[in-house]
């Protein structure tokens, strides 16, 4: 299998929210370093034409597209992994890196599922779910990615945590992750709705795009026990206004923010 290679020049904060758009748009993963983002992306599904409308915000072109196959693509994403530090108590990082003496360390095999810990919604997500108490509480991690919220909240002595992700590479590598760090209270289930999920819940943590996650706001809802609380991320800040009017018209209050170079998190209760 081979792959798309696409090299960007920009800069840190405008390269994760490119990271962001690329992985919606069937991009498999990127990697940044000294102001170069190289996304990639499976030859057979990329489209030249789409790249384009993605970059045109922007004002950006791709420097160079060239094609790598699949030993050099996992080589240079393990290469370029880097460490993250998500707030005080959190610390992400590959199997081949030391641990750090952190609350929550937390292991991430890289293999490009988003949510390694660098993008600002998995970074804002994870400093909220932190902050709550999770013991012997039933958490949804929904938009898994990597699995790094749902192993956040087994550490957190969470009853039980369930991942749910429509990738099927997600779930592979968010598998992988939970035997890296003996999360044996995690449960993964490949879907892109909760359709699955046959109990209640006392936290849900979501981090996908903006219209998926009002789309599943009946769902959330309709799961979360009452004073439940339900994080919610990958809205942009000014997408504030639109958040509140549609939790409301559901019955949630809400009660918490925050923001980063433009991603917005929000928490509410039920």
């Not at 990329?46 to 915000?57: E, G, T, V, Y």
């Not at 030391?98 to 360390?105: A, F, G, L, Q």
């Not at 449960?187 to 006392?202: A, F, G």
Request: charged residues 20%; hydrophobic residues 40%; negative net charge.
């Amino acid at each position: 299998m081979g792959f798309k290679a696409v090299h960007i020049s920009c800069d840190d904060t405008t390269s994760e929210t490119l990271s962001f758009l690329l992985q919606e748009n069937g991009y498999e993963g990127s990697s940044f370093e000294k102001n170069q983002l190289i996304a990639y992306c499976n030859i057979s599904s990329f489209d030249a034409n789409k790249l384009k409308s993605i970059l045109k915000p922007f004002g950006i072109k791709p420097n160079k597209i060239q094609e790598v196959n699949s030993q050099n693509w996992n080589e240079i994403w393990e290469s370029n992994f880097v460490n993250a530090d998500i707030g005080s108590q959190i610390h992400a990082r590959a199997p081949f890196h030391s641990p750090k003496n952190v609350k929550h360390d937390i292991i991430i095999s890289p293999k490009m599922a988003f949510g390694t810990g660098h993008h600002e919604t998995t970074q804002l997500s994870a400093i909220a779910l932190e902050k709550l108490d999770c013991s012997d509480k039933v958490i949804l991690d929904m938009g898994c990615g990597s699995g790094l919220l749902a192993i956040l909240a087994s550490q957190k002595n969470a009853k039980k945590v369930i991942a749910i992700d429509y990738d099927q590479n997600c779930i592979a590598n968010t598998k992988e992750n939970i035997q890296l760090n003996n999360a044996k209270n995690v449960i993964t289930i490949q879907d892109d709705s909760l359709s699955q999920v046959d109990e209640n819940l006392d936290i849900i943590v979501s981090n996908i795009v903006k219209n998926i996650n009002l789309n599943l706001l009946p769902q959330f809802i309709e799961k979360l026990y009452d004073n439940g609380i339900l994080i919610l991320c990958g809205f942009l800040a000014e997408d504030m206004n639109v958040l509140i009017q549609e939790s409301q018209k559901h019955g949630l209050k809400f009660i918490d923010q925050n923001t980063k170079n433009g991603w917005l998190q929000t928490q509410f209760i039920k």
